[in-house]
């Protein structure tokens, strides 16, 4: 059978990079299921002025919505927990299953002007980041230019960048530095870069997150207000 070289078949692959596991898995939803969460992102974006962080836009906000697309919703969420316990067994730590999700984001790279993009860029401007109180990190690429633009990752003096193929997620370590390799706004403004992010949190600091979240953490368990 002649392998047709256009159609990627990739599913999962881990390594380690300065001692800590890193997880990728490839070609997970549908078409019409990334038009969905892409269209419930941009109603929920239009929704808010305060969404800036720097040149993107972020919102989560989306655990607190009515959602219209909840099949594809519990469909994702279905997949991250897949992932998670892939990751689990691959890196051999069955600890990591019992994770639960503390926080889910939506970030978008869209419409920016050039100078708020180059500010970003500066090594003192912030944009390098950890999250030291979450366990783990889950990035899905649900849109994106090219796979160039992915997430950059900083560990004891050293750095990688790891592509950020559409369609794709990415699990690291939540206390290691990261940062957005975003598209230029020339490119952004045909084809731009949208993720979700979801953190993890062992069980016994739940509760902390769910008091700050005004109780909602879980988007795939937990009720919304506006359901009521």
């Known amino acids: 059978m002649t392998h047709d070289p256009w159609v990627d078949n990739r599913t999962t692959t881990h390594w380690s990079f300065c001692g800590n596991e890193l997880y990728r898995a490839y ?4 078409d019409y299921d990334r038009e969905n969460l892409l269209w419930e992102i941009d ?3 239009k929704q808010h002025d305060d969404k800036w962080d720097r040149c993107t836009e972020v919102t989560n906000y989306l655990v607190r919505r009515k959602l219209v697309h909840m099949q594809t919703w ?4 279905k997949l991250v927990k897949k992932h998670l316990y892939n990751y689990a067994n691959q890196i051999g730590d069955p600890e990591i299953r019992k994770l639960k999700v503390a926080s889910c984001w939506a970030k978008r790279m869209k419409g920016v002007t050039q100078k708020l993009y180059d500010r970003q860029l500066y090594i ?3 944009n ?11 990035i899905y690429y649900l849109k994106n230019p090219s796979r160039i633009y992915g997430t950059l990752i900083e560990n ?7 592509p950020g193929d559409e369609n794709s997620l990415l699990i690291h370590q939540s206390n290691v530095n990261h940062q957005p390799v975003n598209p230029e706004p020339m490119v952004a403004k045909d084809y731009y870069r949208c993720v979700l992010v979801v953190d993890f949190v062992a069980p016994y600091k739940l509760e902390y997150y769910r008091s700050v979240n005004n109780g909602y953490c879980l988007l795939y368990t937990s009720p919304s207000p506006r359901d009521s």
């Open 27 to 30: 070609n997970l939803l549908s």
């Open 43 to 45: 109603d929920e974006l």
């Open 74 to 77: 519990r469909l994702f969420f």
């Open 124 to 126: 003192n401007y912030g």
């Open 128 to 138: 390098t980041h950890k999250h030291e109180h979450f366990d783990l990190g889950m």
């Open 156 to 162: 004891d003096d050293r750095e990688i960048i790891i």
